[in-house]
């Protein structure tokens, strides 16, 4: 069973701070997405990383794949308080039939 | 374009009822799933249609069904319920398989 595994599971900040959360897997997948989550809503994709080692940037939020393809990390600059939500990181399938998600991470950006 | 649209948006059941829940995919998207999201945790993948077949399931009882029309929208019907099942449903469509965009989801009480 693959399993994909986030940290920290909660976390709460300040307006402007920065934060990293990770993303581990116990093995491989065809690419990892991001998604991000608000209360009543469905998630929304972010990105997706494919290569080991790639390296993306959206804004604020720089998301990296690890060179062996079994773990990601998100970064984001001076958080605010739209960026309050859930985060997600799920593994693509090689078939593409199937997304296996994190447990997610809850962040509250405190103004 | 028209986004994932899920009906009802919030739904009570007794426990041993059936229910069937709907989703209306993206215009043009032949593709859809259906995850599980418990409170708290990450979405669990409970099946896909591809083209009004069954194209992967995951690790849920027989008595989680599902259907696609030949218009793509497609249904979730869940037997004998129980305490447990008490979650999130949420449904996603695609093309093939590219990124998945995602229903506000079907909050699911169980009593």
């Known amino acids: 069973t693959q399993l994909l595994e986030q940290s920290p599971q909660f976390l709460s900040i300040q307006e402007g701070e920065n934060l990293t959360v990770y993303c581990n897997s116990s093995s491989v997948f065809s690419s990892l997405q991001w998604y991000r989550q608000e209360p009543g809503e469905g998630p929304v994709l972010l990105v997706t990383?494919?290569?080991?080692?790639e390296v993306k940037k959206l804004k604020r939020l720089t998301f990296q794949f690890g060179d062996a393809r079994k773990d990601s990390s998100l970064h984001i600059t001076a958080a605010q308080p739209g960026d309050t939500g859930l985060y997600l990181c799920a593994g693509v399938e090689t078939s593409g039939s199937r997304l296996t998600f994190g447990e997610g991470t809850q962040l509250t950006v405190n103004p | 374009e028209t986004g994932v649209t899920q009906s009802p948006t919030h739904l009570i059941k007794t426990r041993g009822q059936q229910v069937t829940l709907r989703c209306s995919s993206q215009s043009g998207h032949n593709t859809v799933s259906w995850y599980q999201q418990a409170l708290g945790q990450g979405p669990q993948f409970i099946f896909q249609?591809?083209?009004?077949?069954?194209?992967g399931r995951g690790n849920f009882p027989p008595r989680f069904s599902g259907l696609q029309f030949p218009n793509y929208s497609s249904e979730l019907n869940v037997n004998a319920l129980e305490l447990d099942d008490s979650a999130l449903y949420l449904c996603?469509?695609?093309?093939?398989?590219?990124?998945?965009?995602f229903g506000n989801g079907t909050r699911l009480t169980v009593t």
């Open positions: 996603a469509s695609s093309l093939e398989f590219r990124p998945l965009h």
């Open positions: 990383v494919v290569t080991g080692g």
């Open positions: 249609y591809y083209r009004e077949e069954e194209n």
